[in-house]
């Protein structure tokens, strides 16, 4: 069974860089032909794709966050990592990564971390 888990600091700074990363066990984000992905859900609001890597080490992002993230992988680790730049309070939420079929309110997302909680303020 494919496991994720998110780890990071749950307090940032305004106008820090976010960086998270998932560590993916139970399969291969380079042989599992899928996309590993980052969402969140703010407080109060729907889940947000954020954008993903996939196996093939392609990069896709959310329009409207796209000009502050950045997704990287590490496939030695079978890690990949999450990189939002320029927070705001806007940003807090529980971040998930997951495995997905797409970036979108539809896409499935069969395989979930548990999340973690990232509060932005000063």
């Known amino acids: 069974q494919v496991q994720l888990r998110e780890s990071g600091p749950g307090l940032v700074k305004p106008s820090q860089t976010l960086s998270l990363t998932c560590t993916v066990s139970?399969?291969?984000?380079?042989?599992?032909?899928?996309?590993w992905t980052w969402i969140r859900q703010p407080p109060g609001k729907c889940l947000e794709c954020i954008g993903y890597i996939s196996y093939s080490g392609s990069t896709y992002y959310n329009p409207s966050l796209k000009s502050r993230t950045s997704i990287s992988r590490d496939t030695s680790k079978n890690q990949f990592t999450l990189q939002l730049s320029s927070v705001t309070p806007e940003d807090t939420a529980v971040y998930f990564c997951?495995?997905?079929?797409?970036?979108?309110?539809?896409?499935?997302?069969?395989?979930w971390g548990q999340g973690t909680q990232i509060t932005v303020s000063s």
């Open positions: 139970g399969g291969s984000i380079t042989t599992d032909y899928y996309y």
């Open positions: 997951a495995r997905s079929t797409w970036c979108s309110t539809d896409a499935e997302y069969d395989f």
